[in-house]
């Protein structure tokens, strides 16, 4: 089935013209299903810049197909689980009466946020996983009039904004309905720094632009937020805490231009994952050892996209069960718990996760079988 993209010909943050960066082919889901290949959409991925240096995707997918099969990121994992319980900390000390989550997905946050204190929770989320009934609960994507017959005096997000395609009318529909002073609280990838790392899951076809903390903050003045606190998270997250401020005046509010800078970065990484799959493919053709691939997500799929020669590899691993005995989309691989390993000595795991490569790691050497040869980047 043809798929009828979404167009970007101007950048979506400063409406300047795009200069084309790159064009790839890539799956068009980063999880697993139980159905054949068949079924799998390979889509076009095309990367351009603009004069401020904003990265961006021009052919963005629908998304009642991006996300037709779910999206379970910040499931499972201890990294993940430090940033809920950190995060829902930094909410509850804004002192929050009435939260509308957008995105709530899994229900993380919430439960967290409610074991500290009681507050009136929503969430507004087109594929629920968990119902609690503690938390009530709207079917569907954000729009402001859910406000017509509810009040919220905060809305909260947890790794949805790099999910957005239209940034400036996400943040409009937001500061249409809160009052002056209302809060507004989120955590978002540190794209800048997992860029800088090489981290494949920073751009794709879910976060389609790159969202340095420079363009962000110029999105919240434009739609006057002003910006209370802002708290890092490691290398993983930023938090920021914002306020409507009808005082900001708008026409001076400024993107600065990373275009240099950002154009860099993205080009290095592309370089860097040519040569490194470049000199792991020499590896796979020389040794005897059994071979995995681990992370059922675009870690492996980027390596399996761009030139990973795949006839030792016997299967991808992943710890989290809602993936085992799955296959990984966009491939012919199934999913296997890597406790398989745990008699196998001669083996090689190759292992490109990014900011979770120590977390599993570690729990591959110390909780499974210490003799696994692990190539990670």
């Not at 009530?136 to 809305?155: A, C, L, Q, V």
């Amino acid at each position: 089935m043809k798929i009828n993209y979404i167009n970007r010909h101007k950048c979506v943050i400063g409406d300047s013209d795009l200069e084309f960066l790159s064009q790839d082919k890539f799956p068009l889901f980063c999880g697993c299903v139980n159905d054949d290949d068949q079924d799998d959409y390979i889509c076009d991925q095309n990367w351009a810049i603009s004069k401020e240096g904003v990265i961006q995707l021009q052919n963005l997918i629908p998304l009642d197909l991006l996300y037709a099969n779910g999206h379970d990121a910040g499931s499972v994992g201890a990294l993940w689980e430090e940033h809920h319980k950190e995060f829902a900390n930094f909410v509850i000390k804004t002192n929050p009466k009435s939260v509308l989550e957008i995105g709530g997905g899994h229900g993380k946050l919430s439960q967290n946020c409610l074991s500290i204190k009681n507050i009136k929770w929503t969430i507004v989320e087109p594929n629920t996983e968990n119902k609690y009934e503690n938390v009530d609960y709207i079917d569907g994507f954000f729009h402001k009039e859910i406000f017509n017959d509810r009040y919220f005096d905060t809305i909260v997000h947890s790794h949805t904004f790099e999910h957005i395609y239209n940034p400036h009318e996400f943040l409009e529909e937001i500061s249409s309905v809160l009052m002056g002073g209302g809060k507004m609280i989120f955590s978002l990838p540190n794209m800048k720094k997992w860029l800088e790392n090489k981290f494949t899951n920073c751009l794709n076809f879910e976060h389609t632009i790159f969202l340095t903390e420079n363009v962000l903050e110029f999105l919240l003045q434009k739609h006057r937020f002003r910006v209370l606190e802002k708290q890092y998270f490691k290398e993983h997250s930023i938090f920021y805490h914002v306020c409507k401020d009808e005082s900001i005046d708008t026409l001076k509010v400024v993107l600065k231009n990373e275009y240099d800078e950002n154009k860099k970065l993205f080009l290095d990484m592309k370089k860097y994952y040519q040569e490194k799959i470049f000199g792991l493919n020499q590896i796979l053709e020389t040794t005897n050892k059994k071979i995995y691939l681990f992370g059922a997500h675009l870690f492996s799929q980027y390596l399996i996209y761009n030139g990973l020669k795949l006839d030792k590899i016997i299967s991808i691993l992943d710890n989290n069960p809602n993936k085992q005995e799955k296959r990984l989309y966009g491939t012919n691989f199934k999913v296997k718990s890597p406790k398989i390993l745990k008699e196998q000595d001669e083996s090689l795991v190759i292992l490109n996760a990014g900011v979770y490569n120590d977390e599993i790691k570690k729990d591959i050497i110390n909780n499974i079988n210490k003799n696994v040869e692990i190539i990670s980047f």
